[in-house]
Structures are given as C-alpha cells and as structure tokens.
C-alpha cells in the first residue's frame, strides 16, 4: 500500500510543469463554487421575502445581481473547464513523448520478447486513461471539496439538528468509496490488458493480411479478433457492474437521508422553528453536500482506475535500457575496420538454455571481405547481430581495431557499421527519405541522395518513376520491387560511408538483370571496406577473400574457396554441391 502511494505521488509530478494553469483554472473554479453556493441563499431569501411582503416592488436589484452571478458563473466554469482539459491534454503528450523515448531505446532483446500491439496500446489507450485523472478529476475533486465544505458550513448554520442527521449518513460513503476504490484499480488493469491484447491481434492481422487472404483464412482471421474483443466486452461489463453498483448504493444512501430530513424539517416548521425557505435551502445545501461526497466518492474510484490502467505505462517509462548505445562515459572509436571475435559465447535472452554461438574466433583486417556460410539457423545472422551491438554475448568479447568493445561508446561503432538486410525495411516515407535516412535533413542533401543512388544502380528507375525521388514506398516499402528495395537499402548503406560493411545477402530469385545490378551494386559498395557477407550464392562467396563454414553455432572451416571445396569430407563441399550454385 506505501508504495502504491508513492507512485501516485511519483505521478502527480507530471503536473509540476502546468502547475500555472491549474492555478488559474482552480481560482475560475472557486470563482464558480462560491457562486454556485450563494445561489440556495438567494432563492431561500426570494421564497420568504415573497410570502411575506406580497409584492414585487423590490425585484429589481436582486435580478440583476442573479444574472451578473449566472454570467460570471458560466464564465468561471468555461475557464476552469478549458484550462484543465487541455493541461491533461499537455501532460498526455509528455508521457507519450518520454515513454515513447523510453521505448526506442530499450535493447533488442526486449522486442523479442514483447509485442509491437502491446507498446502501441501503452502509447495510446493508456495514457488516454492518465489525460482524466489528472485533469478533470483534480478539478472535479477540488471544487467538490469547496462546495462540500462549503455546504456543511451552511447547513450548521441553518439547522444544527437536521445536519446532525446529514452528518450520520456520511462514514456509509467513505465506506463504499474505500471499496470501490480497490476494486476499480484492478478491474482497470485488466481492462487495459485485454484493449492491448485486442490491438495487438489487430496490428498482426493487418501486417499479415497478404498471407491471410492468400490462405483464404479471413474467417480465422475474423474469429481471432472477435475473441480479443469479446475478452474486452466482457471486462468493460465487469468494470460497469462495479460502477453500477455502486452508484445503486450511494444514490440510496443520498436518498434516505434526504427522506429523513424532510420529514424531520416538516416537524421543526410545525413547531416554528425552521421557515419553508430555509427547509428548501437547507436540503438544496445538503444535496450539494451529499452530490459532493459521491463526487468526491466517484473520482476517487476513477482515479483508481486510472492508475490501475497506467500501471503499465510507468512500469514502461521506468524500465532501465540494458542497450549498449546508452552506456555512460565510454571513449569515442573512430574505426579502421579490424574486427576480431575472440571466443564468444552466446544465447538469446529468450532462450537461454540454446547456445546458439559456441567459442566463435575469427580476425578480420581493415578491408577484408568474409563470407558466413553453413546451414539455415546455424548462426550466422546472429554473428551480425552481436557486431551490431543488439546483443551481450554470455562470454567472450568482440575487439574493433584491438580494443574492447565494451570500453567503446557503441553509438560510435554504429557510426562506422552499415547493414544491407536480406529483407529490408523501409519506412514509409519518399525514396529520397529512405536513402537519406542516416542524413540529419534529407531534403537539404538530394545531391549527395542521387550519387548514392547511382552508386546503388537505383538511380536509373528512381528516376522512371512520375515523382521520381519523391514516390512514396508505402508502408514497409510495398509499393517496390524486391530488387527495388534493396538497391535502396544499399544506396542508403553507401551514404553512411561506412568503414564496415554487414550484407545478410537475399537469397530471393532476383531475374538475371536485377542480380546483376544488386550485386554490381554491392560489389561497389565493398570496395575498400571491411565487409561481412552473409552468402548463399556462389557469386558473392566468389568475390570474398575468406570464408568462414558456421555448422550449429561453431566454426568448422575457414580459409579461401579453392582450400576449402578441395577437402570432399567438408561441410563447405557439402553445401556447394547441395544449396549454393
Ligand atoms: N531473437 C531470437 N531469439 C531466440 N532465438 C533466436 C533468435 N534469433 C535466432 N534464434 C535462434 O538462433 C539460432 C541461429 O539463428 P540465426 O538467425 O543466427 O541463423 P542463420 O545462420 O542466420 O540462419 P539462416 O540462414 O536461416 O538465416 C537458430 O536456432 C534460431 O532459432
Ligand atoms: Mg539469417
């Protein structure tokens, strides 16, 4: 229970920054109260001044102040009103901008294992949650407590007996609060969980909505997601039955007390104690009183539910990177090329008992070229990922020109490292963004956009297309070719200059010409710098100086393709005669 307490107060430090505006709305809102409070006095005071004097002589003056206050009131509430729903909207933006900071920079073997749906719906629905509670239910808190004291003040002083009795209802209302309040959080969060569930199915089946119709499984599709939305159905029921019995509960205690009151005031203007105007302002006063309690009652559980819904957000928000890019006061390298990995070790986080690299050695000089052979899953991609930095090898280390890399500041490393994926991504945008993606401003750089593009053989049907640079991809690049879209991944590997060069070759069947223009493309792209190359074509293993034969995460063979293919007992052998060719 502490703790929750400190990470609501630990939230409350998002308004830190706006605390201006919620003062100011705050002043309109008690502007609004004290209005809102004098107004039982008034009809109390118009009631009995009209059975007494039997005239309207004195109407004017009153009339007059009665509209002013309702201009002012109406003013008072647009104010208060505006200033607290944008500040939510403000601080919305805020959690979003930071968690999604926080997102982007957690290692990769944190996306292995959590779902793309499941981050969206903590950066949208979730935080959505946080925009009430810290807004309009502060206010609608606030101005409660302002009227609720300000009605038991009143009601004391109209009838100190009669209040005695409003005053007796009220341990019931903390009470139902305290348990709705312990029930919303949870109920929330569960909610929550399955809006997330629901998305995440939504985004999947659209991502794979090429292989779902190819299949003919819409229907599963379909079926699929109706169970995540029936799952957050029946939870938005759960959470309705939770209010709806509640506000059952609290109305019924609102009403009883108002039942006894009148009848007990009937009595006490019997006896001559108590005037019908001051009966009438005195229940008017006690409903503000009790409307406030179950306000205050209410908000409380919403904000409950708010915190159960934003749980996740600031488990999120808070969550360390273990990311090498974001390790403090490392040097900067300014690489050559020399690689070296020197008995590395390795399992995926989410698998650890899989040892996927076993004792993997292997130096590579400034400017060498290395093809990674061997068979499907035996580890080669892996090797790239551990250059990249994606990963903590469990032993064993990587060295780039003789040093450390965990004394090197990766950002830097990266800074010199360029990849060319078997499948590339691309992000929706133009041509020109996406080969100018490691540029600072795109737009400013076209000149050095289209040598790129040359360089990578793609300028020829760039420019074929009607906007040329600037044709949009589509999302993921749907809109290009295989061929297409990896003359661009290359062309944006070629403006990063890197000193070393990662190529997880495609092994799609490119038509004759387009091979020859991606590995054209390639070949000048490797010159001259340290290259990796992930083969399986016999072209590409042609053009490297050295081999390296990976079987089940170990290093079997290594040496050039004229040593190896002589050994007839060798993997390499093996793997020429079978898959390359
Ligand atoms: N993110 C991951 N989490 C857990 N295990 C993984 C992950 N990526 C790959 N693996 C496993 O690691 C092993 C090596 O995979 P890797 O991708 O390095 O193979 P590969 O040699 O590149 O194969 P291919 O030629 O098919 O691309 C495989 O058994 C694979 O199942
Ligand atoms: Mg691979």
Redesign the pocket.
Known sequence: MKKATTAHLKRLQLVKPYLGRLLLGFLAMLVAAGLQLAFPKALSYFMDNISENNTTDWYTLPAILAFVGFVLYCIASAVRFYLFESTGGMIVRRVRERLFGSIIKQEIGFF?TTQTGELTSRLTVDTDMLQGALSMNIATIIRSVIVGIGGLVMIFIISPLLSGLVVLSLPITLALTRWLGKKARLKAMRLQDSISGSLQTAQESFANVRITQAFNQEKKAIAHYGIAASSVLDRTLDNARLMATYQALSTFAAFSTMLVTILVGGVLIIQDTLSIGELTSFLLYAGMLSGSVNGISAMWGQWMQAFGATERVFELLDRVSESKTYKEGLATADLQGNVEFDQLSFA?P??KE?T?LKDFNLSITAGEKVALV?P???????VVNLLLGFYEPSAGGIRFDGIDSTTLDYRSIRDSMAIVEQEPALFSGTIAENIGYALGDPATELDKIQEAAKLANAHNFITGFPDGYHTAVGEQGVQLSGGQKQRIAIARAVIKNPKILILDEATSALDSESELLVQDALNKLMYGRTTII?AHRYSTISQADKLVV?EKGELVQYGTHEALIENEEGLYHKLVMNQIG
């Open positions: 292995d995926y989410g698998r899989e996927v061997g499907s899953g035996a580890g080669k991609t892996t992930i990976l």
